[in-house]
C-alpha cells in the first residue's frame, strides 16, 4: 500500500470519528434533561462537590477570597 | 477443554492492575479526579463508578478497533487519536443514555460525566492494551481491574480526606498540601503489595 493511499484512509477515518462524535455531541445536547436537573450548570448553593475552580464550580476561588 | 488456568490468569490479571499496579498510585494516571473530586464520599464514588463504566466501554470498543481496522488499514500510528474521539463519542452517548432513561443516575453522574472524556487513565488503559499486545481478555480483565483499582483508591483516599478535614493543626498544611502528603502514603502502603506473588 502507498503512503498517499494510507494518507488518505487516515483523514478518512479521522472524519468519520469526527463526524460520529459531532453527531453523538448534537444529540447529547438535543435531549432534554430530566425533571429537576435542567439547571445543573455552576450553583453556588450545590455546586460543593469539590471545592476546586473548574467550569463546573467557579465560585471556588470566590469562597475562598471573601 | 480445561478452562481453569485462563480464568486463573484472568482473576490474577484483575487483582494485579487492581492492587499491585494501581493506575493511580503507581503509573499516575488519573490525578486530576482523585485529587480534584475526593473531597466527599458521594462524589467520589460517583465519579469512580461513572470511569469505572467508561474503562471498560472503551477497551470493550478500542481492542477490535486497532487490531481489525487500524491494522489492516496499516495505519497504527493513528492509535490515541482514533481513540481520544472513540472515548469522546463514548461519553456522550453514555450521557445520552443516562439523561434520557435514567433521571437519578443523571442526577449523581451529570456534572461528572463530561470530566471523564479528560480523565487520562481511560486513554492510558487502552493505551496499555494495545502497546502491549495484550489478548482481547487479557485486555478487558485489565480494563475491569484497572477500573476497579481506581474506584477503591479514590473512595479511600476521600473517605481520609474527609477525616483530615477535621484536623485543626499546622495552617500551612491545611487543604491541599495534607492531601498531597496523605496520597503518598497511601502510595506507599499499596507499594507493600508489589511483593505479593514473587518467588
Known sequence: ?66 | MNTTPYIYTFLLAIISSCLIDNVVLSRFYGICPFIGVSKKVKSAFSMGVAVTFVIILAALICWPLYHFVLLPLQIPFMDILTYILVIASLVQIVGLFIKKFSAPLYQSFGIYLPLITTNCAVLGVVQTNTDTALSFGLSMANAIGTSLGFLLVIVLFSTMRERIEEYNGNKAFKGVPIALISAAILAMAFMGLMGIGAK
Open chain 1, 1 to 66: 500500500m502507498s503512503d498517499t493511499l494510507r494518507l488518505v484512509i487516515a483523514i478518512g477515518v479521522i472524519l468519520f470519528l469526527l463526524a460520529t462524535f459531532i453527531v453523538t455531541f448534537i444529540l447529547y445536547k438535543r435531549t432534554p434533561a430530566p425533571k429537576g436537573c435542567e439547571n445543573m450548570g455552576p450553583n453556588k448553593e450545590r455546586c460543593k462537590n469539590c471545592e476546586m475552580s473548574c467550569h463546573l464550580n467557579i465560585y471556588a476561588d470566590r469562597k475562598e477570597n471573601e
